[in-house]
């Protein structure tokens, strides 16, 4: 199935947005390996490997799988077909183990296995601190090499509240492979975790050209999402208070 959806989709991709690629030659033709990219779009999961000669399986949200109905049977055999494994991110802990009990399953079978450390899509196109407990302990249970990719203009493709994405040339830049032989065996190790981690971002920020944030991105989208809603509450005051005060004002002229 894999090769009639790469071929149904990663040709009409290439063809319609004309990606361009530098540094292609940094993934191994055969063999494990991680592929730990910045996250900018939902289109990144799909442009990476349209631009690959080999598979690079992705982990996804396990509603992709289990919405019912046609459009959610279609939509599975979509990810399905694309290379995505589904994970249940019900809760926090959970989603970490499964997405790197996935990893390993994939490395061991000597695939490519594809990873965002941001752990989310950023929301305004800046490099968020990499998570832990997932890029790190993949490489370090299986020893395989990371390589850093950064993606390129690619949520300018679809915005977010976008439907109809617009023509334009996104851009891969794949790092050379990173070896973290020299932590085997040290996965549980916080600190090693941590340095893992931060090295392969600085990788990436050096590939992307994106403004580095020492934040994870799921606490930016919690701000933003709490700075917008004490904005709409603030606009409503001010109208409630514009409001009261015309009411004021007429209730205090002659006559009223």
Same mark, same amino acid.
């Given at each position: 199935?894999?090769? *009639?959806m790469?071929?149904?989709?990663?040709g009409?991709? @290439?063809?319609a947005?004309?990606?361009w690629?530098?540094?292609?030659?940094n993934?191994p033709?055969e063999?494990?390996?991680?592929?730990?990219?910045n996250h900018?779009s939902?289109?990144d999961?799909?442009f990476?490997?349209?631009?690959l000669d080999?598979k690079?399986?992705?982990?996804? @949200?396990a509603?992709?799988?289990t919405?019912?109905?046609?459009k959610?049977?279609?939509?599975?055999?979509?990810?399905?077909?694309?290379? /995505?494994?589904?994970?249940?991110r019900? +809760? *926090?802990?959970?989603?970490?183990e *499964?997405?790197?009990?996935?990893?390993?399953?994939?490395l061991?079978?000597?695939e490519?296995?594809?990873?965002? #450390?941001?752990?989310?899509?950023?929301?305004?196109?800046?490099?968020?601190?990499? @998570?832990? +407990?997932?890029?790190?302990?993949?490489?370090?249970a299986?020893?395989?090499?990371v390589i850093?990719?950064?993606?390129?203009?690619?949520?300018?493709i /679809?915005?977010?509240g976008?439907?109809? #994405?617009k023509?334009?040339? !996104?851009?891969i830049?794949?790092g050379? !492979?990173? =070896?973290?032989?020299?932590?085997r065996g %040290?996965?549980?190790?916080r600190?090693v975790l941590?340095?893992?981690?931060?090295?392969? %971002?600085y990788e990436?920020?050096?590939?992307?050209?994106?403004?580095?944030?020492? %934040?994870?991105a799921t606490a930016?989208k919690?701000?933003?999402?709490?700075a917008a809603?004490?904005? @709409?509450?603030?606009?409503?005051? *001010?109208g409630?208070?514009?409001? =009261?005060t015309e009411?004021a004002?007429?209730?205090?002229?002659? +006559?009223?």
């Open positions: 199935m894999y090769g *009639a790469k071929v149904s989709i990663g009409p991709l @290439k063809l947005f004309r990606p690629v530098e540094g292609i030659e993934v033709a063999g494990p390996a991680i592929l730990a990219s900018l939902f289109s999961s799909f990476l490997p349209a631009v080999r690079v399986t992705f982990i996804a @949200k509603e992709y799988f919405t019912p109905g046609v959610g049977r279609l939509t599975a055999a979509f990810f399905k077909g694309v290379g /995505q494994l589904p994970v249940d019900s +809760g *926090a802990r959970g989603a970490g *499964a997405a790197v009990r996935s990893g390993i399953e994939v061991e079978r000597g490519l296995f594809g990873i965002y #450390p941001e752990g989310t899509r950023s929301p305004d196109g800046r490099l968020y601190r990499g @998570k832990p +407990g997932g890029l790190a302990r993949v490489a370090l299986t020893g395989a090499p850093p990719v950064a993606m390129i203009d690619t949520e300018k /679809q915005p977010p976008k439907i109809i #994405p023509l334009m040339r !996104p851009g830049r794949i050379r !492979p990173l =070896d973290f032989s020299r932590y %040290m996965e549980h190790d600190f941590r340095a893992v981690t931060d090295e392969v %971002m990436i920020m050096k590939l992307s050209g994106q403004e580095y944030v020492d %934040m994870y930016a919690r701000q933003i999402a709490e809603k004490a904005g @709409k509450q603030a606009q409503k005051d *001010a409630q208070a514009h409001g =009261d009411k004002a007429v209730s205090e002229r002659p +006559g009223s």
